[in-house]
């Protein structure tokens, strides 16, 4: 399991990482570096020609794009650890490898659905591929059940109330530097605006009231990121458990990658197998 250690992510500097995004944006909406347009405008080419022309996905691009290397941006093919339903061999016994199998899902407790066949946007393969873990940087190995990540949990499932808890427990993790694994508190980026990524982490308002601006990759706003009484669907207790996969993916990788729209397409088109 070396390879599973000696991952990328961890020579990320997270605010380094930080600063890219930003200058990435800035970039992109002007003039663009070649480096980042390269796939911004692959994507929007295939949003014309493909998406647009209702062209069907065959399932045997699917089946490739989940057996080769850098598929869905620079990292390892996705067969390689799931490809059987088989949880030894195979992690959360999720076979990536048949048509099936990616219908079925994990197949390791908690069983799940990875996908939801006609729908483009929702899927827990969608958000693996497209959503980077939090804080920015953090290794993929830290542990996603620790007391702080539990309190979160809870807090949300009880309600996500401005009451002592939030105030004296959940609050003051957010300006923690190793409150979630990594070593960059939350408030170096998601601060009131304009903060990266226009998330408010510094009160229970800005936390409750989501992500408030446009920050070029959205079309609907504002987003919320809790669901009072459901941290499963709620995002900010996603992306505290959720790895961006493949393991390792350096987290300032354009999300937005051509392969990610055509895998998207094939959901919205019913996941066909043939
Ligand atoms: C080097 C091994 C490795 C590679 C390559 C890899 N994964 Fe994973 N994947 C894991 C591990 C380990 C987990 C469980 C821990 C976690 O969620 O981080 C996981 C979890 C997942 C989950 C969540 C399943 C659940 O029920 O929680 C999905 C979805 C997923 N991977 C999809 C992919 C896709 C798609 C690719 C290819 C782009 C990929 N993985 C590549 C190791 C890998
Ligand atoms: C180094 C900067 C940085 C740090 C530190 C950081 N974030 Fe983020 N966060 C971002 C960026 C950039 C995005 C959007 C891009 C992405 O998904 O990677 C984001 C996205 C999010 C989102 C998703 C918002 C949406 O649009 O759906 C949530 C929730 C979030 N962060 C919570 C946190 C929490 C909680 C912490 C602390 C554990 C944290 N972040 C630490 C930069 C950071």
Redesign the pocket.
Known sequence: MS??TNIKIKAVNALAACLLIVSYSAEAASSGSLLTMGLASRTQAIEKLVIEKKIKIPYSYIAQL?SLPN??GE????T???SSSNSTVS??G?D?STCEGIKE??TESPL?K?VMPGNSEEG??LR??RNNRMPLGVP?DSPVDTQNILTIKKWIDDGAKNNTIFNSKVLPLFTQPDAFGGSVSCIQCHVPNPGLHYLDLTSHKGVINGVTRQTGWRDTLPVKVVIAGNSADSILFQRLV??R???GINPVENSEHPNLTILSSWLAQGANCD
């Open positions: 390879y599973l989940m598929a869905f990292g390892e093919a996705c390689l650890c799931h992690y959360r999720l990536l899902g994990s799940r990875i827990l393969i693996h591929l993929f959720e790895n996969m493949p393991v």
